[in-house]
């Protein structure tokens, strides 16, 4: 099983960059897609961006195609999420996630603050 950690969180002025980094532990990391979720404060978590096993495909959510970029190294177990054009509707905190193909998202790292001040 794989065990996740973020990292990269922080407070960004509006228009700055962050990269959010999710350390996987475990051998099978490379047997997963890999996502990046948010939550809003009394909202329920939401997809940002997820990348398949093999790194080859990439999906977005609208609100942050263009800015957002994910990335893996299966090599190193890490995903990597590289925030651009931050805005303050971006503050959340978020949850790098982990799936077996085609299945629900089900291993959770602990989460991480990103604040976006205005």
């Known amino acids: 099983q794989v065990q996740l950690v973020e990292s990269g969180g922080g407070l960004v002025q509006a228009g700055g960059s962050l990269r959010l980094s999710c350390a996987a532990s475990?051998?099978?990391?490379?047997?997963?897609?890999m996502g990046w979720f948010r939550q809003f404060p009394g909202k329920e978590r939401e997809f940002v961006v997820a990348?398949?096993?093999?790194?080859?495909?990439?999906y977005y959510a609208d609100s942050v195609r263009g800015r957002f970029t994910i990335s893996r190294d299966n090599a190193k177990n890490t995903v990597t999420l590289q925030m651009n054009s931050l805005k303050p509707e971006d503050t959340a905190v978020y949850y790098c996630?982990?799936?077996?193909?085609?299945?629900?998202?089900?291993?959770w790292g602990q989460g991480t603050q990103v604040t976006v001040s205005s």
């Open positions: 475990g051998r099978t990391f490379t047997r997963y897609d």
């Open positions: 996630a982990a799936a077996m193909p085609g299945q629900e998202y089900d291993l």
């Open positions: 990348i398949n096993w093999a790194g080859r495909n990439a």
